[in-house]
């Protein structure tokens, strides 16, 4: 069962392993290194790690945890537990909010200091280059197929590419439209 198998005191760790898309490890990592994530980064992550199996009480906890660093709680719970509340269907209009499609998180532009968005679509090349080499094990030859793709404006097989470049098998319902089956086939493949 993929849900209920992340928690915080293993997220950490799932974000920086293979199992993690590239738009929500860039999230992590700026919220891990910057204690602070602007709001559609906020929205984007916070909604990603819900649909991996965080509820509020947990989510709330992860968020927290992660501002300490830079916000206080009495600040925190002022100011961003709103939002974390909101994402849950807690409050306004109640609704319960899903995680984002890759073709959503693609559509967004994001501005100098935000890191939500798609990598294949954003970053530089070199920056992308550099980012896939340090922190998925993958061999020349699929970068530069990675690399391609990426140039040729087409994130979503970029990121297939990847994929396959990371994983052994082949059963990859949904991964290139959606950030949590990445995910959740990812954690499969490592089961089986
Ligand atoms: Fe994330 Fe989708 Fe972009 Fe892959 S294609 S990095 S899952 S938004």
Not at 34 to 39: G, P, Q, T
Not at 92 to 118: L, M
């Amino acid at each position: 069962n993929v849900r209920g198998s992340v928690n915080l005191a293993n997220i950490d760790t799932f974000a920086r392993s293979a199992h993690y898309p590239p738009c929500m490890k860039v999230l992590h990592s700026k919220l891990t290194d910057n204690h602070h994530l602007r709001h559609f980064g906020r929205l984007q992550y916070g909604l990603f790690i819900k649909g991996i199996g965080l509820n509020l009480e947990e989510s709330m906890s992860f968020w927290k945890r992660k501002f300490a660093g830079k916000i206080n709680g009495e600040k925190f719970d002022k100011e961003y537990a709103y939002n974390v509340r909101h994402s849950f269907g807690k409050e306004g209009k109640r609704t319960d909010y899903t995680p984002w499609s890759c073709s959503k998180i693609i559509s967004q532009i994001p501005g100098s200091g935000e890191y939500h968005g798609c990598p294949f679509k954003y970053f530089k090349d070199e920056t992308l280059s550099d980012f896939l080499t340090k922190k998925y094990d993958i061999q020349s030859r699929n970068l530069l197929e990675i690399m391609e793709k990426k140039r040729e404006g087409a994130a979503q097989v970029a990121c297939i590419k990847l994929w396959d470049a990371t994983h052994k098998i082949d059963t990859k319902d949904n991964v290139g439209n959606h950030p949590n089956a990445y995910f959740s086939c990812s954690l499969q493949s490592a089961e089986e």
